[in-house]
């Protein structure tokens, strides 16, 4: 049976100060009014049945996911007591879903990209299930065809195509996000895709190549799915490690039993990591200003201005160009467009200085 796992962990820092520790990213409702979760709900909605969709998020967060997301039966609604990473957040649905069903395959998708047309999207995790189901030694990943040299991004090294599959090729090696210039050739060489973080397996394959390659995560997952009573004690002690250096890398280098492919995702993608993609999707005035919230903008241009206070305040700006101005409730965040990037650093200064109550 075919299964939906979407990935809603992470704090979303580089999203700081509107994203925090109570309102992750993936709940914040800054595209359309809707959360970026419940856009990844309706990217795979139809492509299985609602109580074949799981969400995999911080316990802490799990109501308000409920809430977002009625659609989806509560049960499967899986609260992690802490982040372990995103090999932890597949392994432990694989293994739930195993428990379940043992001919489980499941497509794993995130709750922190923006993509388009959603038809190319959902044909081609379509062709994912059928590939997993078809070689059930394979693990699948999505490789989106690059249209530009983005430094932000991994990348996949294109192989031999699949037989019979001509969207499909084998991956060679999975690449750490580049400088600048090997980015471009990256993209001349026309080998590579960006790695979407996004994948579709047998929930018995995922669970073969763990027993072989993190065998401690393995026996972890396998006892909480035997006995959920047991998830906040054995959950925060396995390694916090991602699913591509654990499984997709090793596996792709022959360490596994398993082959990895890549399918081909033809799509516009945005990962929503910071203040610059999230530009992208706020309407615009004449002078490239992006905002959200009452403000008043007087020869400004280029800027991101959003305005999420409670009381009526208003953001007036002046004379300003590429800047990022950001007024919660309870935090105003200034910065350059071109320092944007640094504001991981910033959060990890103010906690330093005044504890997590502004985190």
Known sequence: MR?????????????????RQDMPKQLLKVVGGKSLLRLAYERVQGLVPDQNILVCTGRDYASTVADDLPEVPVANILGEPEGRDSLNAVAWPA?????????????VVT?????????????????GFAVAEGSPDTLVTFGVVPTAPHT??????????????????????FKEKPDRATAEHY????????NSGMFVWRAQTL?????????????????????????????????????????????SQGQGSADVVAV??????????????????????????????VSVLVDAHDNLVINQSEDGRLVAVVGLSGMVIVQTPQITLVCPSSEAERIKELVATVTDQLGTSYA
């Not at 922190?112 to 062709?127: N, Y």
């Not at 991004?153 to 090696?173: I, K, N, S």
Request: aromatic letters at 10%; proline letters at 8%.
């Open 95 to 107: 293994a739930v879903l195993a428990a379940r069903d043992p001919e489980a395959v499941i497509a």
């Open 111 to 127: 709750a922190d990209q923006i993509m388009s047309p959603l038809e190319a999207f959902q044909d081609a995790l379509r062709e």
């Open 3 to 19: 299964f939906v796992l979407i990935v809603a962990g992470g704090s979303g820092k580089r999203l700081w100060p509107l994203s």
């Open 152 to 173: 932000g991004y991994g990348y996949l090294q294109r192989g031999e195509p699949l037989p019979g599959h001509p969207d499909v090729c084998a991956v060679r090696a």
């Open 207 to 251: 669970l073969r190549q763990l027993e072989l390659l993190q065998p401690d995560t393995y026996a972890g997952v396998r006892q909480i799915a035997a006995d959920p009573g047991r998830l906040a004690e054995i959950y925060p002690r396995l390694l916090k490690i991602s699913v591509d250096y654990a499984v997709m890398e090793p596996v």
């Open 187 to 194: 993209l001349a060489s026309g080998e590579y895709w960006w």
């Open 264 to 293: 081909r995702l033809p799509i516009t993608w945005y990962d929503v990591g910071g203040f610059t993609a999230l530009a992208e999707h706020l309407p615009r005035d004449e002078r490239g200003n992006a905002t959200q919230g």
